[in-house]
């Protein structure tokens, strides 16, 4: 078993939509939780960063953190052309150790 | 890219043959990290420095070597390239205090014939 499952889409989405990205995990001891945007032939960027349970929003994102559930989300309100990207999460246990990367979401935001 | 540079930023190369990719950054961090990504695998750590000389293997390190005499260059070497090495690689870099937070460079595409 993986130690992070991320739906690999492709989800295509109209403009303006909310859109709702996943991720769920195994291991308990994971307390960290990222999300990155990548868009095609880049690097990953670090859009938001989370630290145990609870939300965190910035602007149109909002990212979500079920510790009971071993369930992350990101959700993007208002979703624009310029989201289209492959989003990927990643987790770690903390300061020090081995980050944990989904397999990335591919998002098509359509005008 | 947060002040990092990879280089060559595309190469095509020759099974059995040595390749050396180099990263270098500007910020001054102190870890820092060698990824490839491949579909259905994401991000996998090869390596990774928590500082001058010293040196970490991560998940995938067989075939693979690293050196880090300079705080800016983090060189991964392929010893004896093989075609289960044809990737896209990426270096990261992440202070010392925030590690869970990792900032990436562009990338690497190796393409091992």
Same mark, same amino acid.
């Given at each position: 078993?993986?130690?992070?499952?991320?739906?690999?889409?492709?989800?295509?989405?109209?403009?303006?939509?909310?859109?709702?990205?996943?991720?769920?995990?195994?291991?308990?001891?994971?307390?960290?939780?990222?999300?990155?945007?990548?868009?095609?032939?880049?690097?990953?960027?670090?859009?938001?960063?989370?630290?145990?349970?609870?939300?965190?929003?910035?602007?149109?994102?909002?990212?979500?953190?079920?510790?009971?559930?071993?369930?992350?989300?990101?959700?993007?309100?208002?979703?624009?052309?310029?989201?289209?990207?492959?989003?990927?999460?990643?987790?770690?246990?903390?300061?020090?150790?081995?980050?944990?990367?989904?397999?990335?979401?591919?998002?098509?935001?359509?005008? | 890219?947060?002040?990092?540079?990879?280089?060559?930023?595309?190469?095509?190369?020759?099974?059995?043959?040595?390749?050396?990719?180099?990263?270098?950054?500007?910020?001054?961090?102190?870890?820092?990290?060698?990824?490839?990504?491949?579909?259905?695998?994401?991000?996998? !750590?090869?390596?990774? %420095?928590?500082?001058?000389?010293? *040196?970490?293997?991560?998940?995938?390190?067989?075939?693979? #070597? =690293?050196? @880090?005499?300079?705080?800016?260059?983090?060189? !991964?070497?392929?010893? %004896?390239?093989?075609?289960?090495? *044809?990737?896209?690689?990426?270096?990261?870099?992440?202070? #010392? =205090?925030? @590690?869970?937070?990792?900032?990436?460079?562009?990338?690497?595409?190796?393409?091992?014939?």
């Amino acid at each position: 078993q993986k130690e992070v499952e991320q739906d690999p889409g492709p989800l295509s989405v109209p403009e303006g939509a909310i859109v709702s990205l996943n991720c769920t995990y195994s291991n308990s001891a994971f307390q960290y939780f990222m999300w990155y945007r990548q868009y095609s032939r880049k690097g990953p960027e670090l859009l938001m960063y989370t630290y145990s349970s609870g939300n965190k929003e910035d602007g149109r994102f909002t990212a979500q953190v079920d510790k009971s559930s071993k369930y992350i989300s990101l959700f993007i309100r208002d979703s624009q052309p310029s989201d289209s990207a492959t989003y990927l999460c990643a987790m770690s246990a903390g300061t020090g150790n081995q980050f944990y990367f989904g397999t990335g979401t591919s998002l098509t935001v359509i005008p | 890219d947060a002040g990092i540079t990879q280089s060559p930023r595309h190469k095509v190369t020759e099974t059995g043959t040595p390749v050396t990719l180099r990263c270098h950054q500007t910020e001054n961090h102190r870890y820092m990290y060698w990824y490839r990504q491949d579909p259905g695998h994401g991000l996998r !750590l090869i390596h990774y %420095s928590y500082g001058v000389k010293d *040196t970490d293997k991560g998940e995938v390190s067989d075939g693979y #070597s =690293v050196s @880090r005499s300079k705080t800016e260059d983090f060189l !991964l070497t392929l010893e %004896s390239a093989t075609s289960s090495q *044809t990737s896209v690689y990426f270096c990261a870099i992440s202070e #010392s =205090v925030r @590690r869970e937070t990792q900032y990436f460079g562009p990338g690497t595409r190796l393409l091992v014939l």
